[in-house]
């Protein structure tokens, strides 16, 4: 991302006096370096490199390393690949050049491959932790590309060109008008810059028309110098705009200050310089409140974490004096470089880092701010973030919609691309079965219930199918009914959904022309109180008679084959009675339920459920005390009789009409 280097590289320069003629070019390729112009720097190193002896291998390896720099530091990281691989293959190399190659590597998109060298890097420096961040970056990466988040991005082909495009502002409430950062050849400043190889950048305009494509950009007018300006923002009534201008010579440092000016009409007023910092520091990268009253932007003046950081002035009304600035703190800043901050209406705050784990160079992160005046920091992901650089987000206000800039094709240049986050959308497709044979039941009643008032029904098809568009933020009760079966139900939810999605569900109904076994119903031996363990399969008996109102049932209790038939019965009956009266308690008519007690003359007939937990047994066989005991063993037996101590229920009616209260 070359253009990005131009605003950055003005607040790292160091100044150099100029060279001599006479000096030797490896000089003059430092001296280049030195002053941060690595594009004129790679020549010169190339070309001193081709000339030195091959048997003077510390002098090659170290001008293997230089141009390897040199094309980090104009973010050319294939070409970095190339030449950081090539030093870390010399006995003589640094440390650096390994940790700088698995970044060129990571940058590049080769997650995998700079894992296998950040651990190599490990083993030459193992208390930097710094590698055990980026390895897990690299993992998170990974992780991320496999599950992007729902953006859809878009290049914006007719604002990019064939030089760098950045940092986009839209300039108008209806988001018509766009402002951004471009060295394209209609630029007023026409200076080379030595650290990119590509002109001075001004900020370009560009209008939607009636088609909704972009007019062919033109220099902002009243704004641009023949200085580096660029990141513009604008204030919530786009009636001012805030950018940054970096005033620089041949080598030497003259520093990036925030201008602003004033729109009448058409026009803008004479830039004014903000004054926010005294002159012999350096501002850059402004980004406004929308109530006026909180400026961020980026330096690199003491007091800060390290590399370029995050600061923030603030002021009482339009017109006041900025505070003095303050560092938001270690939840943004670190020791690598925050850059590029935007602030949305509600107060969060937008930036690109590379100093918090990321994708690749510079990553776009959220955070909200907090009451005790700590942040929330998150990283944006994939597709919004990729291996390259992205950075100078821009938002429609509230809409999950706008403009960022990003190197990811490659190309090393800064171009400008639209995301947007799209729609959420839900259905759902069911299924409507038997529960006991898993038939497709046709022609049952589906009732859509929802959290937000409104109902709607729909009849399964041939295979018992049915289908619903759903809401985001919506809880959903989903009622089958069907003449001969129970009604059955499920829930589903879209609140906290964050993605688009399909939902899948089936809904089993119970046939009433048999008696329904009650499952996990315990008892304590020749007890009838109830045991914790039965409660969950009972609630759900309440929920089923609530959710069938119109039902009486009558509760059936049963023993296995020992003891007395009339001690059998009685157990029976008091077990059964026990469960109404669980029921009665817990809000069921007692009209409605009746309690019988069978003892042990209704033996269970074996059916496929009760094969699949007992595989000695065969379908159909009636579980009488003659085969019980005539099985093989006493476990067998005892199997045997424990399936025959059930409770089950039958429905009686399905007229039932509560008595009006």
């Known amino acids: 991302m070359k253009r990005f280097l131009i605003l950055i590289i003005l607040l790292a320069v160091v100044a150099s006096p100029e060279s001599s003629a006479q000096k030797r070019k490896a000089d003059r390729a430092y001296a280049s370096f030195d002053a941060g112009e690595y594009f004129d720097a790679i020549d010169l190193f190339k070309d001193t490199y081709s000339k030195t002896k091959k048997s003077d291998k510390v002098s090659r390896t170290e001008l293997v390393f230089m ?121 007023a400043g026409n200076k080379t810059h030595g650290a ?55 080598r030497e440092k003259k520093g990036c200050i925030i201008m ?44 800060g974490s390290g590399g370029k950081d995050i600061w923030m002035v603030t002021r009482t009304g339009s017109g006041g004096a900025w505070s003095k600035p303050k560092n938001p703190g270690p939840d943004i800043n670190t020791p690598g470089n925050e850059l590029f901050p935007y602030v949305r209406n509600d107060g969060t705050l937008y930036f690109s880092s590379d100093g918090l784990i990321g994708m690749g160079g510079l990553d776009i992160f959220k955070a909200a701010p907090q009451p005790d005046g700590s942040w929330i920091v998150q990283n944006m992901k994939s597709p919004i973030n990729s291996s390259a650089d ?61 959290s937000d008032g409104s109902n709607l029904q729909a009849e399964t098809g041939a295979g018992g199918d049915f289908k619903f568009t759903l809401k985001p933020d919506v809880d959903y009760i989903f009622l089958a009914s069907k003449t001969g079966y129970l009604n059955g139900k499920e829930r589903e939810t879209t609140k906290g959904q964050e993605k688009s999605r399909e939902f899948m569900v089936t809904i089993l109904l119970t046939a009433i022309d048999k008696p329904i076994e009650l499952p996990n119903i315990f008892y304590d031996f020749g ?42 019965y009685d157990l029976s009956q008091k077990r059964a009675q026990s469960v109404v009266q669980y029921l009665i308690e817990k809000g069921i008519e007692p009209e409605r339920l009746s309690a019988k007690g069978y003892g042990e003359s209704s033996p269970k007939v074996v059916d496929a459920s009760v094969v699949f937990q007992a595989s000695f047994l065969k379908t159909g066989t009636v579980l009488s005390e003659q085969y019980i005991n005539s099985l093989a063993s006493e476990e067998q037996k005892e199997i045997a009789h424990q399936i025959n101590r059930r409770t089950e229920f039958r429905v009686l009616r399905t007229d039932y009409e509560a008595p009006k209260k």
């Open 390 to 450: 992205d950075f100078g987000i821009t938002f429609e206000n509230e809409n999950e919609r706008g403009i960022f800039s990003s190197t990811r094709k490659g190309k090393s240049n800064d171009e400008l691309y639209e995301f947007e986050f799209p729609p959420l959308r839900f259905s759902i497709t069911g299924l409507v079965k038997d529960e006991k044979t898993g038939a497709p039941i046709t022609a049952s009643t589906v009732s859509l219930i929802a």
């Open 67 to 187: 141009i390897a720099e040199c094309y980090r530091l104009v973010n050319d990281p294939k070409n970095a690949e190339t030449w950081y691989k090539l030093a870390v293959k010399s006995a003589a190399t640094k440390p650096e050049a390994q940790y700088w190659y698995a970044e060129s590597l990571k940058k590049n998109g080769k997650y995998q491959q700079a894992i296998d060298e950040l651990k190599k890097y490990k083993q030459i420096a193992p208390s930097d932790a710094k590698a055990d961040q980026e390895i897990r970056a690299c993992e998170l990466s990974l992780e991320w590309q496999r599950n992007p988040e729902v953006y859809r991005v878009t290049e914006l082909k007719d604002l990019n060109s064939k030089e760098s495009d950045f940092s986009p502002a839209y300039g108008r409430d209806d988001f018509g008008v766009v402002y951004f950062t471009s060295s394209r050849e209609d630029a």
């Open 260 to 303: 602003y000016s004033k729109r009448s009409g058409e026009n803008w007023s004479e830039p004014k310089n903000l004054e926010i910092l005294p002159d012999s520091l350096v501002a850059a990268h402004p980004a406004l409140s929308s109530d006026g009253q909180t400026l961020y932007f980026v330096s690199d003046m003491a007091g």
């Open 527 to 568: 007890k009838w109180d109830l045991r914790p363990e039965s409660m969950v399969s009972l609630d759900k008996l309440v929920e089923t008679l609530n959710d069938n109102p119109n039902v009486t049932i009558e509760l059936m209790s049963h023993t296995d084959s020992r003891d007395t038939e009339e001690y059998n």
């Open 196 to 250: 990119t190889g590509q002109g001075y950048t001004d900020i370009f305009e560009s209008r939607l028309d009636k088609k909704s494509k972009w007019s062919t950009p033109v220099p902002a007018e009243g704004i641009n110098s023949e200085f580096e300006d660029g990141t513009p923002f604008f204030t919530s009534d786009y009636k001012e705009i805030y950018f940054t201008r970096c005033e620089a010579g041949k």
